[in-house]
C-alpha cells in the first residue's frame, strides 16, 4: 500500500473495519454496509499494519505492508 487501502469483496451486511499497527494499536475504524471501502494511509509510516473486517459472527483479519 502507499496511500491508499482498499478493502473490497465485502458482504452487504453491516460490519465494522479497523486499521491496526503491528502493536494492535486502533489507527481508523468505520461501520458500513458497503461492499468496498477505502481508507487513507498517507499518514502512516513505512511497515506492517493489519485490517480487521468484522461481521455478526466472523473476524477476518489481514496484514499489510505500508511503503
Known amino acids: 500500500v502507499k496511500d491508499?487501502?482498499?478493502?473490497e469483496r465485502l458482504?452487504?451486511?453491516?460490519k465494522t473495519i479497523f486499521v491496526l499497527d503491528a502493536t494492535g494499536?486502533?489507527?481508523?475504524?468505520?461501520?458500513?454496509?458497503?461492499d468496498n471501502?477505502?481508507?487513507?494511509t498517507?499518514?502512516?509510516s513505512?511497515?506492517?499494519y493489519f485490517v480487521?473486517?468484522?461481521?455478526?459472527?466472523?473476524a477476518?483479519?489481514?496484514k499489510f505492508v505500508k511503503q
Open 60 to 62: 477476518t483479519t489481514l
Open 11 to 14: 458482504s452487504s451486511s453491516t
Open 4 to 7: 491508499i487501502l482498499r478493502v
Open 37 to 40: 471501502y477505502t481508507f487513507n
Open 25 to 34: 494499536k486502533l489507527l481508523q475504524q468505520i461501520t458500513t454496509s458497503n
Open 46 to 48: 513505512a511497515g506492517v
Open 52 to 58: 480487521k473486517v468484522v461481521e455478526a459472527y466472523k
Open 42 to 44: 498517507r499518514q502512516f
